[in-house]
């Protein structure tokens, strides 16, 4: 842990020549060969050995080495899980997932949390390269093998989140990279990023940051992946990885390019790096390049996402937002967020109690209608009380009024948490600059969203119309239970369920006894008063969204009863024809004095040479069976059978 701690490699130098000479004159030959092999990865690190990653040099062959250690293993394993570090620094995969491995096998002779952590990290990493090009028949092995790795470091970092939690991060991003989720990948490493700068881990905020960078760079994020490029440069240089900064050159010079020679760490730029510009001139272009980006677009979302983008590369700031004004009512609100749901966006009020938006900060430029330039919130007196800032270390703040003719349209706020002054003059202008295209697109954006909500709104009620017509089209209007036609079409679709799931269905056919004498005896209106009375019966009789009952037509119901034998249906049809019974409706023509109903019931479990409509002919000849022995009764047929009939 001493190497990630240090904040540069020499630190840990002394510290480890001193620790091999005492070990072999100790005679601790065990411990000696230990600090030997991290001496191998400081001198790596530093450049001082055969080639990038390698530990090799003039009195030290790696080969060699690893065949005279025998019985030390715990040399063994740190030379494995050491050379795995180096290849992750130095983006060598396939060292990589050579020695992870090899580390992996050889954990239980490391003691402590934090080594074997290491490789536990590590392994992950190599993991997560090995699913990129894996073969589909492989991938649901190496995705058990990384949970592993990834759910051991998190329950490290539960209890030491100091130590592992921007690790866990690390891992989240490379398994998204590996699965194509770059948004999930882009915000992992945001996360750990700024978990390891809060931790002060040299090593591994390097190793983020490059990776983020590099992430950027292979999804064609150049304005984006420039400047983390730059910044895990720094990073490294600070640390003293003088290798890994070789590398870098050799590898990203193009990106690199807007660095002076000073912080490439040599006087002159080769000539191949640079591209001949002065970085006033890159910047300009810059600009001009970002203004007419935004000119293009036209939906909100994509221009929030736009700036964001552009004004984190031109000034280094590591969030962006913007603060609409509704130029109807006057009130700020935070623009909603594309794939978040919401459609209104947030009051700010409400962001600043989520602690989404440094609401003194915000409230400062509206009252001054000044841009406001804050070397370090956390130790203003203005700001450092702001729920916002809470726990955070160092936070450079930047915000600009955006108007329009005098008026007020929006404010762009910029911060960077990485270091307290963070936004130069400079940088201020190319802010500026880039303010009064902001407006124009703005205007253009927040028109165009005006009118796809008024097409969103005006869909909305059109398939809302649609909906009422279609539940009117399937409902019978006097009862209120869905009609014939829609009885038939559900007939269909239950069948078709039964026969797939070879379970039964029954049908109840049901009759309102002498309604004909009924209407005649009292009316039409009381009959309508009626069946809307043996309607609600039926509908309270029924499973709710699992039955289907309907107005069959004149005094005829219907009901589907999906999943029911026929001994199930007919205690079904007996509660409803009780039921019916104790309404007490009078009817003076019925030889019973009281409305009444019959029923007829059939029950079958669907087979291929079976159609829906034999159903629906078996449950009507029941029906008319009960009729014909007398009316106020069920009866039943199953599988063509008549099973049962019961009288009142």
């Given at each position: 842990?001493?190497?990630?701690?240090?904040?540069?490699?020499?630190?840990?130098?002394?510290?480890?020549?001193?620790?091999?000479?005492?070990?072999?004159?100790?005679?601790?030959?065990?411990?000696?060969?230990?600090?030997?092999?991290?001496?191998?990865?400081?001198?790596?690190?530093?450049?001082?050995?055969?080639?990038?990653?390698?530990?090799?040099?003039?009195?030290?062959?790696?080969?060699?080495?690893?065949?005279?250690?025998?019985?030390?293993?715990?040399?063994?394993?740190?030379?494995?899980?050491?050379?795995?570090?180096?290849?992750?620094?130095?983006?060598?995969?396939?060292?990589?997932?050579?020695?992870?491995?090899?580390?992996?096998?050889?954990?239980?002779?490391?003691?402590?949390?934090?080594?074997?952590?290491?490789?536990?990290?590590?392994?992950?990493?190599?993991?997560?390269?090995?699913?990129?090009?894996?073969?589909?028949?492989?991938?649901?092995?190496?995705?058990?093998?990384?949970?592993?790795?990834?759910?051991?470091?998190?329950?490290?970092?539960?209890?030491?989140?100091?130590?592992?939690?921007?690790?866990?991060?690390?891992?989240?991003?490379?398994?998204?990279?590996?699965?194509?989720?770059?948004?999930?990948?882009?915000?992992?490493?945001?996360?750990?990023?700024?978990?390891?700068?809060?931790?002060?881990?040299?090593?591994?905020?390097?190793l983020l940051t490059e990776r983020a960078a590099l992430l950027h760079l292979e999804q064609g994020l150049r304005i984006t992946g420039q400047p983390l490029m730059v910044a895990a440069y720094r990073l490294y240089k600070e640390w003293g990885a003088e290798a890994k900064l070789r590398q870098m050159q050799e590898r990203h010079g193009a990106e690199l390019a807007t660095m002076s020679g000073t912080e490439l760490g040599r006087d002159d730029?080769?000539?191949?790096?640079?591209?001949?510009?002065?970085?006033?001139?890159?910047?300009?272009?810059?600009?001009?390049?970002?203004?007419?980006?935004?000119?293009?677009?036209?939906?909100?979302?994509?221009?929030?996402?736009?700036?964001?983008?552009?004004?984190?590369?031109?000034?280094?700031?590591?969030?962006?937002?913007?603060?609409?004004?509704?130029?109807?009512?006057?009130?700020?609100?935070?623009?909603?967020?594309?794939?978040?749901?919401?459609?209104?966006?947030?009051?700010?009020?409400?962001?600043?109690?989520?602690?989404?938006?440094?609401?003194?900060?915000?409230?400062?430029?509206?009252?001054?209608?000044?841009?406001?330039?804050?070397?370090?919130?956390?130790?203003?007196?203005?700001?450092?009380?702001?729920a916002y800032f809470a726990g955070v270390d160092c936070c450079s703040l930047l915000s600009v009024p955006i108007r329009k003719q005098g008026v007020s349209r929006a404010m762009l706020l910029l911060e960077n948490r990485l270091s307290p002054g963070a936004f130069s003059a400079?940088?201020?202008?190319?802010?500026?600059?880039?303010?009064?295209?902001?407006?124009?697109?703005?205007?253009?954006?927040?028109?165009?969203?005006?009118?796809?909500?008024?097409?969103?709104?005006?869909?909305?009620?059109?398939?809302?119309?649609?909906?009422?017509?279609?539940?009117?089209?399937?409902?019978?209007?006097?009862?209120?239970?869905?009609?014939?036609r829609h009885f038939i079409e559900a007939l269909h679709r239950e069948w078709a369920r039964a026969l797939r799931s070879a379970t039964w269905i029954a049908i109840a056919m049901i009759d309102v006894d002498h309604f004909k004498k009924y209407n005649d005896h009292y009316g039409h209106l009381a009959g309508d008063v009626c069946l809307r009375q043996v309607a609600a019966v039926l509908h309270s009789s029924a499973r709710q969204h699992v039955d289907i009952a309907a107005r069959y037509g004149g005094e005829e119901f219907a009901v589907i009863m999906p999943g029911v034998d026929v001994d199930m249906a007919r205690l079904v049809a007996e509660r409803v024809r009780a039921a019916v019974n104790r309404l007490g409706v009078p009817h003076a023509q019925s030889n019973f004095g009281l409305a009444s109903v019959s029923i007829g019931i059939a029950a079958v479990m669907p087979s291929g040479d079976m159609v829906a409509e034999e159903l629906l002919y078996r449950a009507d000849g029941a029906l008319y069976h009960a009729k014909r022995n007398g009316r106020d009764r069920v009866s039943a047929i199953a599988a063509g059978r008549l099973v049962v009939a019961a009288t009142s």
């Open positions: 842990m001493v190497l990630e701690i240090a904040p540069i490699i020499e630190h840990c130098e002394a510290e480890t020549d001193l620790a091999v000479a005492y070990g072999m004159r100790t005679g601790n030959h065990q411990s000696g060969a230990t600090y030997i092999v991290f001496r191998q990865l400081l001198r790596a690190l530093r450049g001082q050995t055969e080639s990038p990653g390698s530990f090799s040099d003039g009195v030290f062959d790696e080969a060699r080495r690893l065949a005279t250690l025998g019985a030390n293993r715990k040399a063994e394993a740190y030379l494995h899980t050491y050379r795995a570090l180096t290849a992750a620094l130095f983006d060598d995969g396939a060292a990589l997932i050579r020695h992870a491995a090899a580390a992996m096998a050889l954990r239980g002779h490391l003691e402590g949390f934090y080594p074997i952590a290491l490789i536990y990290m590590l392994q992950g990493l190599a993991v997560a390269r090995r699913l990129r090009g894996a073969a589909a028949s492989e991938q649901a092995a190496l995705r058990s093998e990384f949970d592993a790795c990834r759910t051991w470091l998190a329950q490290r970092a539960a209890d030491a989140p100091g130590n592992y939690s921007h690790l866990v991060r690390l891992l989240d991003a490379e398994i998204a990279c590996a699965n194509g989720d770059y948004c999930a990948a882009q915000c992992a490493f945001e996360a750990g990023i700024t978990l390891v700068h809060r931790v002060r881990r040299p090593c591994h905020q390097a730029r080769s000539a191949g790096s640079s591209s001949g510009l002065i970085s006033d001139t890159i910047d300009l272009l810059g600009i001009l390049r970002a203004s007419q980006a935004l000119r293009f677009k036209t939906v909100l979302d994509r221009l929030h996402a736009r700036v964001k983008e552009t004004l984190g590369a031109l000034t280094g700031a590591t969030n962006v937002q913007i603060v609409l004004c509704d130029q109807e009512s006057g009130a700020w609100y935070l623009p909603p967020v594309s794939g978040a749901g919401a459609t209104d966006g947030m009051s700010v009020d409400q962001a600043g109690q989520q602690r989404m938006l440094p609401l003194s900060a915000f409230h400062c430029v509206q009252r001054t209608g000044e841009i406001l330039f804050v070397e370090d919130a956390t130790r203003d007196d203005r700001f450092a009380r702001d400079e940088r201020l202008d190319a802010v500026s600059l880039i303010a009064g295209q902001l407006a124009v697109s703005l205007d253009n954006a927040l028109m165009n969203a005006s009118l796809e909500k008024t097409v969103v709104e005006r869909t909305r009620e059109l398939w809302e119309a649609n909906q009422r017509l279609e539940v009117l089209s399937n409902t019978d209007a006097l009862t209120g239970l869905v009609n014939r």
